[in-house]
């Protein structure tokens, strides 16, 4: 009933930038948590940023001070604005959020979107 849309991803040289975007869209009734995660080729997924619905945000010490997660609650949307790539950068980005459905008994669960792939030149 919930769906997760990221976009955004693709291909840039090192140093340059990329804006993610992922919209939640279905039968909500509030977002709370929403982040972004990534899979490097070989790795775990890890956690690059999240962000509450407050607007209070955490980030990988890898990532701090070059990419800055924010939101647009009225959208139900969260962006990763990407400065000053690496290679080391590159996976497939994972859209995540905390939401509560509509339903005669309001539920809580964990969504994810389906990813996009970001991959940074060197």
């Known amino acids: 009933q919930v769906q997760l849309v990221e976009s955004g991803g693709g291909l840039v040289q090192a140093g340059g930038s990329l804006r993610l975007s992922c919209a939640a869209s279905g039968s909500i009734f509030s977002i709370n948590a929403m982040g972004w995660y990534r899979q490097a080729p070989g790795k775990q997924r890890e956690l690059v940023a999240v962000i509450t619905s407050n607007y209070s945000a955490n980030y990988a010490d890898s990532v701090k001070g070059r990419f800055t997660i924010s939101r647009d609650n009225a959208k139900n949307t969260v962006y990763l604005q990407m400065t000053s790539l690496k290679p080391e950068d590159t996976g497939v980005y994972y859209c995540?959020?905390?939401?509560?459905?509509?339903?005669?008994?309001?539920?809580?669960?964990?969504?994810w979107g389906q990813g996009t792939q970001v991959t940074v030149s060197s």
């Open positions: 995540n959020a905390d939401i509560v459905i509509v339903t005669i008994m309001p539920d809580e669960s964990d969504y």
